[in-house]
């Protein structure tokens, strides 16, 4: 009973059941716990939930089946074999004193947990208001230690704070200034637990960039005064320049400028060398780790837990045995690294994001890889990675296999307006070709030379297929008289024969009785055979018909 009554005055805050000797029981929320029945139970098993005086039942273990009593949409609760309650990704609701069998077992505490970055602050408060004295203390790897007590106005200290970074408030509040990672633990206020802190660096910005090109580099935060910006490289720190308001301060020799600050003063690198890999400070705070890739090297994308081999440059001397290195750290033959002598090859097996990094053999750049983490594991994938093995030859400035055939996008966005304007050519100069054609067809710009030509007198004579009449000459005979002068007695002309006698000069004559005729024949040369188209000579020297009475 003294024992009982020991711990309940030890922790009281948690309750005390000192029949039962209920179990206390702390954990962080979105953990997982099990509570187990004081002793062991036989048959069913009803687990209910006690808080504020409230009690509520959550299951029933009835054999192999639970049969639930409150709504459970994530199926956080269920039963073990045993008949044990497990609760997953626990929350501050379920906190409370828990029966089985309506027999007290297990009074859980669940806190909340809070991520700070180191150098931020951050203010913790009781759960509930209190009166009196309030001491404020932190457990870290087991070891509880008390950090102040405020006594009214005033504050008793416990612990050494040379900086004066912890600070009560007006509600016995704890506020702790520029917090550091060992600021790191779980939180009582008067012995009752109020928060998991995690205290954390500030992130590191990965930065990996090919030698002569030009960089930025920013402080983690906003900073004020005076910067000064130093690189740290295989455990040795070297500033590099102070930005002191419109000017920079060098510490190092910069003959060719290349380090120089911005106006938030930020580090600007111009045509950077391999020389400046390292990890940079703002101030003492770690900004950025630079990574610079000497010009053709290969980078390489590997899964995580898969394996690869390296194969050392052609251009490397031919040691017995190659010595490979990562970040200017020797690689030496253990479980996952192996140094092959036969062909200067290194395989790592087990591939881990912390293999990362420019892999140099025997000093000279082989290739950088980046391993890349396996997102299904952290989710709780059942199912195994696939093994897969990817050698790496350098000297080649592609290595991870990249799709090279182009987008179908932009193939058809240059596809389709090339067939348009090629649509929009055809038709503007099938338009013109066709409005030429026609123009030439009623204007007669193009018709060849003339076939027939004015005749003497003002006769003319008209080629139709219907009738044709010509105006009666003055003169018994005519004859063409062409432009360029005609030799009549050239067999072109000829004497049209006597007609037939003529009743009246207002007898209507049908096509084929004109009393004009053209001699047929006319067609000199041989390239006009089977013509429809008079060539040229072809006008015929025309006699006029005799009278009746003549005859």
Not at 58 to 63: H, K, Q, R, S
Not at 453 to 481: R, W, Y
């Amino acid at each position: 009973m003294r024992v009982n009554i020991y711990i309940c005055l030890s922790a009281f805050v948690l309750g005390c059941n000192v029949a039962a000797g209920i179990h206390p029981k702390i954990i962080r929320e979105k953990n997982s716990v099990t509570l187990r029945c004081p002793h062991s139970v036989e048959g069913k098993v009803r687990w209910s939930r006690e808080r504020d005086g409230h009690r509520v039942d959550i299951l029933t273990a009835d054999g192999g089946r639970d049969i639930k009593h409150i709504r459970d949409p994530g199926r956080r609760y269920s039963s073990s074999a045993d008949k044990s309650l497990y609760i997953q990704r626990v929350t501050v609701s379920d906190t409370g004193r828990y029966f089985c069998n309506n027999e007290p077992a297990v009074q859980l505490t669940v806190i909340p947990s809070e991520t700070i970055k180191k150098k931020n602050s951050v203010t913790l408060s009781c759960p509930h208001s209190v009166e009196g004295n309030v001491t404020w203390s932190r457990e870290r790897n087991g070891t509880k230690v008390n950090i102040f007590t405020t006594d009214g106005d005033r504050e008793i200290k416990h612990i050494d704070d040379p900086e004066r970074r912890y600070n009560s408030s007006a509600d016995k509040s704890l506020y702790i200034q520029r917090a550091a990672v060992s600021d790191t633990g779980r939180y009582f206020c008067n012995n009752e637990p109020v928060v998991e802190l995690k205290v954390i660096p500030p992130v590191i910005v990965q930065k990996i960039i090919r030698e002569r090109n030009p960089i930025t580099m920013r402080c983690p935060h906003s900073v004020e005064g005076n910067v000064t910006w130093s690189r740290e490289r295989n455990g040795t720190k070297v500033d590099i320049l102070t930005a002191d308001g419109d000017r920079d301060i060098k510490h190092i020799d910069d003959p060719d400028r290349r380090y120089s600050s911005e106006t938030d003063k930020s580090l600007y690198i111009g045509r950077v060398t391999v020389s400046d890999t390292g990890r940079y400070l703002c101030n003492n705070e770690p900004a950025v780790q630079l990574t610079v890739i000497p010009s053709g090297t290969t980078r390489l994308d590997a899964a995580e837990r898969t394996t690869i081999t390296l194969k050392c440059p052609p251009d490397v001397g031919g040691s017995d045995v190659p010595t490979w290195s990562r970040d200017a750290v020797e690689i030496q033959q253990q479980r996952r690294f192996h140094v092959s002598t036969v062909n200067n090859t290194l395989i790592i097996t087990d591939l881990q994001p912390a293999d990362s990094g420019l892999y140099y053999c025997d000093g000279k750049p082989a290739a950088y890889l980046t391993v890349n983490k396996d997102e299904t594991s952290e989710r709780g994938s059942k199912t195994p990675p696939t093994s897969s093995t990817t050698t790496l030859t350098p000297g080649l400035n592609t290595a991870a296999p990249e799709n090279l055939q182009p987008p179908f996008g932009l193939v058809l966005g240059i596809a389709v307006p090339f067939f348009v304007l090629l649509l929009l050519l055809t038709i503007i100069y099938c338009t013109w070709r066709c409005r030429f054609k026609r123009k030439v067809f009623f204007t007669g710009t193009e018709k060849s030379d003339h076939v027939y030509d004015e005749i003497q007198d003002g006769s003319m004579f008209h080629s139709a297929n219907a009738v044709e009449i010509l105006p009666e000459p003055k003169t018994s005979n005519c004859m063409i008289d062409y432009p360029d002068g005609s030799n009549h007695n050239d067999p072109t002309y000829s004497t049209i024969s006597d007609l037939p006698p003529v009743g009246k000069k207002t007898e209507t004559f049908l096509p084929n009785d004109s009393p004009y005729s053209l001699i047929g024949g006319t067609f000199l040369g041989g390239n006009n055979k089977g013509s429809s188209q008079p060539t040229e000579n072809t006008y015929s020297f025309l006699e006029k018909p005799k009278a009746p009475g003549n005859q």
